[in-house]
């Protein structure tokens, strides 16, 4: 019971940690315009760090059925998008303006942000079933996979 | 766990990590940038003006005008341009300003600067003299038009505009109608 429950916690965590890359990263090159530490192209960062993610959530996935994983997959990404979102409001939650039509960025412009975040959940999944098959390739044959370490 | 979910592991960690220094950094002056472009114009005026006298038709007048910036945000502010209009207000012609201004318009003066402009820090302010010079000999009807007192007084009317930009980032804005007008008016300065 106990170790099932920290089984969870530990899996929830690396959803929550795949998630915070992903949204992070990618509103981070959202916002070039912003004098950012790195300057980051927004459609490499959401293939490549959607897809690293996907692959490192399915690596860590390898005694568990694969609807699951899409599940953790699904969630990571949405959580993404929803910290892409914060970012993008993040002037009016900080209370410092009332509205994002003061700044002058037009509506489409966020709906763009939006728009393209959510190509962050077909990459991300798509990794995360590489990742499961990778994990399932490289466990030892003796526990179901296809590497077998009795070969010389 | 093994080896490879070991390395999955940490490359998560990694990169939730690094992604989240990236944008605690972008959302701080996004935040920072936003709060200095909805409150900078509110801080931005003309504080003085000053005016000699005009003694001669040819003589060569410096108006100086000094501006006050306020920045109350914590992020720097880059004064990338300031222009404005000058005008003498003639206290006899009564018609509202947009119908009199031309007749009363003087001359232009601004600050340009090349390289190196002014910089506001977070949460400070500075005063700018900003000159304007005209030349008696070369503009006979604007030294005219500045050499108008009544009772003693100038009666100028300025109109002026600011480029900035927040420091460290592409987001260029100005702030337009940067007035100044006096009922008591200005004496001519020594």
């Known amino acids: 019971m106990r170790e099932s429950l920290q089984k969870s ?25 912003y004098g950012p530490l790195i300057v980051l192209d927004v459609g490499t960062v959401i293939i490549g760090v959607s897809l690293v993610t996907g692959l490192a959530l ?24 929803a910290i892409v979102m914060t970012t993008v409001f993040a002037p009016i939650l900080a209370g410092v303006i009332p509205s994002l039509d003061v700044l002058g960025s037009s509506g489409s412009t966020r709906l763009a942000f939006l728009f393209t975040s959510l190509f962050i959940v077909p990459i991300h999944v798509v990794g995360a079933v590489i990742g499961y098959a990778l994990s399932d390739f490289l466990a030892p044959a003796q526990f179901g996979g296809g590497h077998d370490l009795t070969e010389p | 766990m093994t080896w490879y979910g070991r390395a999955a592991a940490v490359v998560l960690v990694v990169l ?92 232009t003066g601004g600050y340009f600067p090349s390289t190196d402009p002014a910089v506001v820090a977070p949460r400070s302010s500075l005063t700018m003299w900003i000159n304007m010079t005209v030349r008696g000999a070369n503009q006979p009807e604007a030294i005219e038009r500045l050499n108008l007192t009544f009772n003693g007084n100038y009666y100028p009317i300025i109109d002026a505009g600011l480029v900035y930009r927040i420091h460290a980032t592409t987001i260029v804005d100005r702030v337009l109608g940067i007035v100044f007008v006096t009922e008591a008016g200005v004496p001519p300065s020594a």
């Open chain 2, 16 to 107: 939730a990590v690094s992604g989240s220094i990236l944008w605690i950094h972008v959302v701080d002056r996004y935040v920072a940038a936003s709060d200095a472009r909805v409150r900078f114009g509110q801080n931005v005026g003309i504080a003085e003006v000053r005016i000699p006298a005009v003694t001669s038709r040819d003589q060569e007048v410096t108006v100086g005008v000094r501006f006050f910036i306020g920045n109350p945000s914590g992020i720097a502010i880059d004064i990338v341009q300031i222009s404005y209009r000058f005008y003498m207000d003639n206290l006899t012609d009564t018609r509202p300003f947009p119908d009199k201004a031309d007749s009363i318009f003087v001359a």
């Open chain 1, 58 to 81: 399915g690596l860590r996935t390898t005694d568990e059925d694969p609807q699951i994983l899409i599940l953790r997959a699904f969630a990571s990404g949405l959580g993404a998008i």
């Open chain 1, 9 to 33: 916690l530990v899996d929830t965590l690396f959803v929550v940690a795949a998630a915070i890359a992903m949204g992070t990263l990618v509103a981070a090159a959202n916002f070039v315009d």
